[in-house]
């Protein structure tokens, strides 16, 4: 049974909903006048200016929530055995995959979280380890100050007090920059919802933190890989791991400094990079590194549907009057 290192987490509020208000213009079919075209294009650099004023960049490390939960992985103790993929699965209702959970094809190749599997598990042969084979969980590492929110111009993302990073389908249209911007590669797009665009990616089961329960992969875990508990605890218990046992573990937990700090921590006998963990990553959220391309992003996002359909428009008009 996977251990924990709390009781029962205080119910938070639900993921706020985001909306978002429209209007219609009425005009001629297939006509744009000059004046039409000017308002068009001014409505649009407003819309810019409205969007990037309202933009929130975090400076410095994440001190709110002292409460948040989280997860620690213990990699020396993973035994590749997927448990957490199937909970998981079951957890989020996703489709049964084409290789069977007790399958161990699947690790001969790398694998990434994808719309119907939320975390995998990779298998590390060749290291010079106390413990070999390795594995390593992959999932979303939900963190402290998010890149994928700050990227988002619809707010389609939001940190939880909870440690969650919560994602809101019915206000994303589906430009990827999420994807771009997570320093980890994890939100998936679901290319099967072919007329609502979707990203998918682990929730840290939110429904079951704010209920009382712990995770799903937390709960199956056979080996106790997997602790799930508040941060500031998961770490004090990484450290005592550490200290206790300093030939099976280097001095690191991945997770507590990079990019911010992170929901999800690591421990790990060999070097995070020697199992593609990203390497050399700042202490710094990766937003306050990228102002300049975001504070950019709304209006790029508010102009080019303005001019297609200008473009759209003259071309009716065009054709009209031929």
């Not at 690790?107 to 106390?130: D, H, I």
């Not at 700050?150 to 993302?157: E, H, R």
Request: hydrophobic share 35%.
């Amino acid at each position: 049974m996977a251990k924990t290192t709390m009781k029962r987490p205080s119910e938070g509020e639900g993921a706020e909903e985001i909306r978002q208000a429209g209007s219609e213009s009425g005009g001629n079919k297939g006509t744009i006048s000059r004046r039409e075209m000017l308002q068009a294009l001014a409505a649009a650099g407003g819309a810019a200016l409205i969007g990037s004023s309202t933009e929130a960049f975090a400076d410095g490390k994440f001190s709110g929530w002292p409460d948040r939960r989280g997860m620690l992985t213990d990699l020396t103790e993973c035994v590749g055995c997927r448990t957490c993929e199937k909970a998981c699965n079951q957890a989020n209702k996703l489709p049964e995959p084409s290789v069977p959970f007790d399958e161990k094809s699947v690790f001969e190749q790398k694998r990434r979280p994808t719309a119907s599997a939320y975390t995998v598990v990779n298998r590390y042969s060749e290291l010079k380890s106390p413990v070999s084979p390795m594995y390593r969980k992959v999932q979303c590492n939900h963190c402290n100050e998010p890149s994928c929110a700050s990227a988002c111009p619809v707010n389609a993302y939001k940190k939880t007090p909870e440690g969650s990073v919560l994602y809101n389908a019915d206000v994303c249209f589906g430009c990827r920059y999420c994807m771009v911007a997570c320093p980890f590669y994890v939100p998936a797009y679901d290319y099967d919802s072919a007329l609502q665009p979707k990203i998918v990616k682990c929730t840290l089961c939110y429904g079951r933190i704010i209920k009382g329960g712990i995770p799903a992969c937390a709960e199956a875990c056979p080996s106790g890989a997997v602790t799930f508990g508040k941060r500031s605890d998961l770490i004090k218990l990484a450290r005592n791991k550490i200290q206790k046992n300093s030939k099976r573990y280097l001095e690191h937990i991945y997770g507590e400094y990079e990019v911010g700090g992170t929901s999800w921590l690591y421990i790990s006998g060999v070097p995070f990079e020697q199992m593609d963990f990203p390497a050399a990553l700042p202490e710094k959220p990766l937003v306050e590194q990228t102002k300049g391309f975001l504070s950019a992003v709304p209006l790029v996002l508010t102009m080019w549907p303005a001019l297609l359909t200008m473009c759209y428009a003259a071309t009716r008009n065009k054709e009209g009057k031929e």
